[in-house]
């Protein structure tokens, strides 16, 4: 069955050709970790778990390789400004290496609340220092580099033809649309820093020995080496946010194709971003949305997955709790069938039937990881007279290719522990309704709401479930 995805290179919908048949690598950039991940960083990464997912529903061992950037990423992408590292220590007061594993911990909770499958292996970009000091020793060999005095290594962006090509870009329209001065000693306004000098007035917490001096690799050539490392020099899928198009990217292209001499990457995977109401969401102003924000306002983390899963994930998003509220009552809409599905269901389904859905939804979502088609074809579904066992197995295969873990919620719905009190002003709220005591039975289910419990009336009586 084909998969296509869109490739940023050639701007168009490719179907996809693996390097080696059945097998798929992927290198995705994962988190600066000197702060709090905010929902928008998140988006990518479900983004990404549902690219994977697709891969294995189709058969496909995959190799996934993701960066955890705990060095080197300055504060602005021109290579000035501070570590952000060293900025996070100094907000906090605590050591780099203490912030890097306290951010990395939480990172690592919210990926695993947000049901996100864990990478083949995570890159920390301070366990590969050798491995960057060679690539960009490689580079200097080729004639590629040039020194800055007290400031660093830095890529001769004229030395390499086809800089740019990924964000569409030559050189001249750099220089053309160039807001900065780059009097700094940069030759060429694109040109980015390889190796960093430690600053001769302080001493920084992360520096190493080189043989250019005591410093610390720029932000590009960690994904580099570290992809280089783990992969080796032909990679399927290298996927990030639309902000690394033109920098980030763009760089570590620039950084290895010189090196192994042809093409290193096949397909570009980019994701959009997810937008507040007041334009793009980011960590600038030091205010900004967490996973565990919304936790804390009553949303489950596998609720944003299924509000992000309802658009493409190369579309701009807008965020907002009124929106976040309709995907919170429609996926608890789905939990609530699913419990009625699992409650008539039985071992035994349709196998013809089965295979001729999934093979459905798979091609849905093959196109271009298309979530928002997929969910459709869930809801017809469950409206379908199909029966209860089939529909079953079908809600698994879901489960298994959007992780969102109906079954598994809808089970938590169905095994609840209903405390005896609860019980108790059920009946009354029930009798209370008979006797068409109204006020009275509002009174009562209120008293059942804030507890945490809801009822909901049938001909015959009464259900009481948990409010998730």
């Given at each position: 069955m084909d998969i296509k995805l869109y490739n940023t290179m050639s701007r168009s919908i490719e179907t996809f050709k693996p390097i080696n048949e059945g097998e798929v690598s992927i290198y995705t950039c994962g988190p600066t970790v000197y702060h709090f991940a905010h929902i928008g960083n998140l988006r990518t990464y479900v983004s990404q778990d549902?690219?994977?997912?697709?891969?294995?529903?189709?058969?496909?061992?995959?190799?996934?390789?993701?960066?955890?950037?705990?060095?080197?990423?300055?504060?602005s992408d021109g290579d000035t400004g501070e570590d952000k590292m060293e900025k996070g220590s100094k907000r906090e007061g605590r050591s780099v290496w203490d912030i890097a594993k306290y951010y990395t911990d939480i990172f690592m909770n919210?990926?695993?609340?947000?049901?996100?499958?864990?990478?083949?292996?995570?890159?920390?970009?301070?366990?590969?220092?050798?491995?960057?000091?060679?690539?960009?020793?490689?580079?200097?060999?080729?004639?590629?580099?040039?020194?800055?005095?007290?400031?660093?290594?830095?890529?001769?962006?004229?030395?390499?033809?086809?800089?740019?090509?990924?964000?569409?870009?030559?050189?001249?329209?750099?220089?053309?649309?160039?807001?900065?001065?780059?009097?700094?000693?940069?030759?060429?306004?694109?040109?980015?820093?390889?190796?960093?000098?430690?600053?001769?007035?302080?001493?920084?917490?992360?520096?190493?020995?080189?043989?250019?001096?005591?410093?610390?690799?720029?932000?590009?050539?960690?994904?580099?080496?570290?992809c280089l490392s783990e992969i080796g020099d032909r990679l399927d899928i290298h996927s990030g946010g639309v902000d690394h198009i033109k920098?980030?990217?763009?760089?570590?292209?620039?950084?290895?194709?010189?090196?192994?001499?042809?093409?290193?990457?096949?397909?570009?995977?980019?994701?959009?971003?997810?937008?507040?109401?007041?334009?793009?969401?980011?960590?600038?102003?030091?205010?900004?949305?967490?996973?565990?924000?919304?936790?804390?306002?009553?949303?489950?983390a596998l609720v944003y997955r299924y509000f992000l899963l309802l658009a493409s994930y190369r579309t701009q998003l807008t965020f907002s709790y009124e929106l976040l509220d309709g995907a919170k009552k429609s996926y608890e809409n789905i939990v609530k069938k699913v419990a009625d599905i699992i409650k008539s269901s039985t071992k035994d389904y349709d196998k013809f039937v089965f295979e001729e859905w999934k093979t459905k939804i798979l091609e849905t979502l093959n196109n271009d990881l298309n979530t928002a088609g997929s969910i459709v074809i869930l809801q017809d579904i469950l409206k379908s007279d199909m029966d209860a066992n089939t529909?079953?197995?079908?809600?698994?295969?879901?489960?298994?290719?959007?992780?969102?873990?109906?079954?598994?919620?809808?089970?938590?719905?169905?095994?609840?522990?209903?405390?005896?009190?609860?019980?108790?002003l059920a009946k009354l709220r029930w009798f209370a309704k008979q006797n068409k005591d109204y006020a009275k039975a509002d009174e009562l289910k209120q008293q059942i709401i804030n507890h945490g419990f809801q009822v909901e009336d049938k001909k015959d009586g009464f259900d009481i479930k948990k409010i998730s």
């Amino acid at each position: 069955m084909d998969i296509k995805l869109y490739n940023t290179m050639s701007r168009s919908i490719e179907t996809f050709k693996p390097i080696n048949e059945g097998e798929v690598s992927i290198y995705t950039c994962g988190p600066t970790v000197y702060h709090f991940a905010h929902i928008g960083n998140l988006r990518t990464y479900v983004s990404q778990d549902i690219m994977k997912r697709m891969f294995l529903a189709n058969g496909y061992k995959v190799k996934h390789i993701m960066n955890i950037t705990d060095v080197g990423h300055l504060t602005s992408d021109g290579d000035t400004g501070e570590d952000k590292m060293e900025k996070g220590s100094k907000r906090e007061g605590r050591s780099v290496w203490d912030i890097a594993k306290y951010y990395t911990d939480i990172f690592m909770n919210d990926i695993s609340d947000l049901n996100i499958l864990s990478a083949t292996k995570y890159t920390p970009a301070t366990q590969y220092i050798q491995e960057q000091i060679d690539l960009v020793k490689k580079l200097e060999d080729r004639g590629y580099t040039y020194k800055i005095e007290n400031d660093g290594i830095y890529y001769d962006t004229s030395k390499f033809a086809d800089y740019g090509k990924l964000g569409g870009q030559n050189l001249d329209e750099l220089k053309a649309g160039a807001r900065v001065d780059f009097s700094n000693g940069k030759k060429n306004i694109a040109d980015f820093a390889l190796w960093k000098f430690s600053p001769t007035n302080e001493k920084r917490q992360m520096e190493w020995d080189s043989p250019w001096g005591i410093g610390f690799p720029g932000w590009h050539i960690e994904c580099s080496a570290m992809c280089l490392s783990e992969i080796g020099d032909r990679l399927d899928i290298h996927s990030g946010g639309v902000d690394h198009i033109k920098v980030h990217h763009t760089n570590e292209i620039a950084q290895v194709e010189p090196v192994v001499g042809h093409k290193w990457v096949n397909y570009w995977v980019h994701m959009e971003f997810l937008n507040d109401v007041s334009g793009k969401m980011s960590k600038s102003n030091g205010e900004f949305l967490t996973l565990s924000l919304l936790k804390e306002k009553g949303y489950s983390a596998l609720v944003y997955r299924y509000f992000l899963l309802l658009a493409s994930y190369r579309t701009q998003l807008t965020f907002s709790y009124e929106l976040l509220d309709g995907a919170k009552k429609s996926y608890e809409n789905i939990v609530k069938k699913v419990a009625d599905i699992i409650k008539s269901s039985t071992k035994d389904y349709d196998k013809f039937v089965f295979e001729e859905w999934k093979t459905k939804i798979l091609e849905t979502l093959n196109n271009d990881l298309n979530t928002a088609g997929s969910i459709v074809i869930l809801q017809d579904i469950l409206k379908s007279d199909m029966d209860a066992n089939t529909k079953l197995k079908l809600i698994e295969f879901f489960d298994e290719i959007l992780g969102l873990e109906f079954i598994d919620s809808a089970k938590s719905l169905l095994n609840v522990n209903i405390p005896d009190n609860i019980k108790e002003l059920a009946k009354l709220r029930w009798f209370a309704k008979q006797n068409k005591d109204y006020a009275k039975a509002d009174e009562l289910k209120q008293q059942i709401i804030n507890h945490g419990f809801q009822v909901e009336d049938k001909k015959d009586g009464f259900d009481i479930k948990k409010i998730s």
